[in-house]
């Protein structure tokens, strides 16, 4: 008879995101009280638990995990919704990664669960809580039975599947889980990307419910054929069935029902400079497929100059046929600040906002930061300072040192320099070196005791005030 932990047994990552999964949404949605039991339960049926814990160590599956082609054979008939992003096919979609997502139901749950930035369905942290946030959607409250089951049931409209996995999720929270080696978990077969499938049972046999070592794949009585399926795409709705014949009713056109962020959300560039990123979003309809031939509207607000390509502070843009739009490039003008990129589409759907920064071309820095204080009629220290043109240093770019009056206006007493023939001077034309520096002439105290400012120009107008101190 085999050891108990074959049948508990379950892939140490993938074990790990379950429970962090279940740890955020204790935090974000705590009236869902969602276990990770149940996540294991789904996983366990979808995929078994990402192939036995086929993954790398961040979560993410070696193998792309795969459901059948949604092309009405069969199974619903799912028309592309992710342009092949997610499942590598461009006419029709299919499910994808350990906790099997429908594209169009991940563009609208899809989380990142192990903030790295970014929303993969193929990792099983960013899985797992988006399988999460997908059960305790409508506010359900998973510790009333009526609302466990009709969240399993949203995951997949099949009695088998709800008896299915409520006998692994009873068999988890009985007896919990021990977590094994990535790789060495239980494999449910080749249902996953729809080769070898297995029958669907008609009812919970014995086959359907946790047993030793957990080789056995679980179906449904629907016709689905996936096996456990796939999540419908919405929390409440049926699944997607197969397309009818002529005499069916005309659909409406799709609307956008929310913008969605599809790139950065804030971005850097030089005055006078382009951006390189730029704003992108996603209009989806309430299920989360892309919405095509609609208008977005990009439009730039602040006072840093930045400007569209062409010269406009508005840029309209159609969406493409997944629908995805993208603004202009976006010129960084010549005051540095910051602004905002506002995308619009109307109808009442919420503007996506982008952050953006102008930052100057030119900087300008003293080397060192000790006071600079002599004793009358004595010398300064050396005084040295750096320009910077974009992050670099700017070579030979000249410097204009002058000594000044609080207005701003060139000063005739206190500390100077000397000219080549000895005579004080209180404003020189300067120089910086290779390494973008440019280091003063020695400068004279004088007699004269108190403050003084040093003004340090650049050609690009940069400047730097520095204090004189004689005592």
């Known amino acids: 008879m085999e050891d108990e932990a074959d049948e508990s047994g379950i892939p140490a990552t993938v074990l790990d995101a379950y429970k962090q999964a279940e740890s955020r949404l204790a935090r974000s949605n705590p009236g869902c009280n969602l276990e990770w039991e149940l996540l294991a339960a789904i996983g366990r049926v979808e995929s078994g638990h990402a192939r036995g814990g086929d993954v790398t160590a961040d979560g993410t599956t070696r193998n792309p995990i795969l459901g059948p082609v949604l092309n009405g054979n069969g199974f619903a008939n799912i028309t592309d919704t992710d342009g092949g992003e997610y499942d590598g096919d461009t006419s029709h979609d299919r499910a994808v990664g350990p906790m099997q997502f429908i594209p169009s139901t991940w563009a609208t749950w899809g989380s990142d669960g192990n ?89 919970p046999s014995e086959s359907d419910k946790p047993g030793k070592g957990g080789g056995k794949d679980e179906g449904n009585d629907d016709g689905e054929g996936n096996g456990g399926g796939s999540p419908s795409p919405g929390p409440s709705d049926p ?32 005055t006078g400079a382009d951006f390189a990123e730029r704003p992108k979003v996603r209009g989806v309809t309430s ?138 001077v209180r404003k020189l034309n300067l120089t910086t070196d290779a390494d973008g520096t440019v280091k003063l002439p020695t400068i004279q105290a004088g007699d004269e005791t108190g403050k003084f400012l040093l003004l340090l120009t650049t050609s690009e107008g940069v400047t730097l005030t520095l204090e004189l101190t004689v005592e």
């Not at 021990?178 to 008609?202: E, H």
């Not at 990009?298 to 603004?327: D, E, L, P, R, W």
Request: net charge negative; glycine share 16%; aromatic share 8%.
């Open 115 to 203: 903030d790295d930035g970014e929303r993969n369905p193929d990792n099983v942290y960013d899985a797992a809580l988006s399988a999460g946030r997908y059960l305790c959607a409508g506010g359900r409250d998973l510790s009333s039975q009526a609302d466990l089951e009709a969240a399993i049931l949203g995951y997949n409209q099949s009695q088998s599947y709800l008896r299915t996995v409520l006998t692994w999720y009873d068999f988890y929270k009985e007896g919990g889980a021990d977590p094994v080696p990535d790789g060495s978990g239980a494999d449910p077969g080749d249902r996953s990307d729809g080769i070898n499938t297995p029958s669907p049972s008609p009812s």
């Open 239 to 270: 699944p997607p069935s197969g397309g009818g014949g002529d005499d069916d009713p005309e659909e409406p056109a799709p609307t956008i029902s929310d913008l969605r962020v599809a790139s950065a959300q804030s971005s850097t560039a030089y």
């Open 287 to 424: 299920r989360g497929a892309g919405v095509s031939g609609k208008t977005v509207t990009f439009t730039i607000s602040g006072q840093t100059g930045a400007v569209f390509a062409g010269g406009g502070k508005t840029a309209s843009v159609t969406t493409n046929s997944s629908g995805y739009a993208t603004a202009p490039v976006v010129k960084a003008g010549q005051l540095a600040g910051d602004f905002t990129i506002r995308a619009t589409t109307g109808g009442g759907v919420s503007p996506v906002d982008f952050a953006a920064e102008v930052e100057a071309s030119y900087g300008l820095a003293r080397v060192g930061d000790e006071a600079l204080k002599a004793a009358a009629g004595g010398e300064f220290g050396a005084v040295e300072a750096k320009v910077t043109y974009r992050g670099g240093p700017a070579a030979e770019a000249p410097v204009t040192a002058a000594m000044v009056t609080e207005a701003g206006e060139q000063n005739d007493k206190g500390p100077y320099f000397k000219d080549a023939e000895g005579n004080p």
